[in-house]
């Protein structure tokens, strides 16, 4: 028969091991939900002529760091990009996304707008 001081060394080792490994087993799902192709995506029926790929830094791939980043985008009646805001996401990949939207250029329009751009990054790919 086992006193309460065997059971509570017992089931601590038994949570010491399971929580780490629930932990692990939820950061890959989490990584595997926000996973997928790098793709592009405005709320905007104005055309988009030129852009620029943003880079996915090497250090966040290697570590399987990806997401959806989302960046407000306000656009010149010209079409040049005047500024960007992050929205959300990891504030590594917004700060490469909202480099390569600056240099982004849109179709001229009567008046300025502002878009909001979803970029997914994939570690897997």
């Not at 620029?52 to 090497?58: A, C, F, G, L, Q």
């Not at 590594?92 to 878009?115: C, D, N, V």
């Amino acid at each position: 028969m086992l006193n309460l001081g065997q059971t509570s060394r017992r089931l601590t080792h038994k949570i010491g091991f399971a929580l780490p490994v629930a932990v692990l087993l939820m950061s890959s799902l989490f990584v595997g939900v926000l996973g997928g192709a790098q793709t592009y995506a405005q709320e905007s029926a104005r055309k988009l002529i030129t852009r620029v790929e943003p880079e996915y830094p090497d250090a966040l791939k290697k570590l399987y760091i990806g997401g959806i980043v989302r960046v407000a985008v306000q656009v010149a009646p010209n079409g040049m990009v005047k500024s960007t805001t992050l929205l959300g996401g990891n504030p590594i990949l917004g700060q490469s996304t909202m480099k390569a939207i600056t240099q982004w250029r849109y179709a001229p329009a009567p008046s300025e707008e502002t878009l909001t751009v979803k970029i997914e990054f994939d570690p897997h790919r």
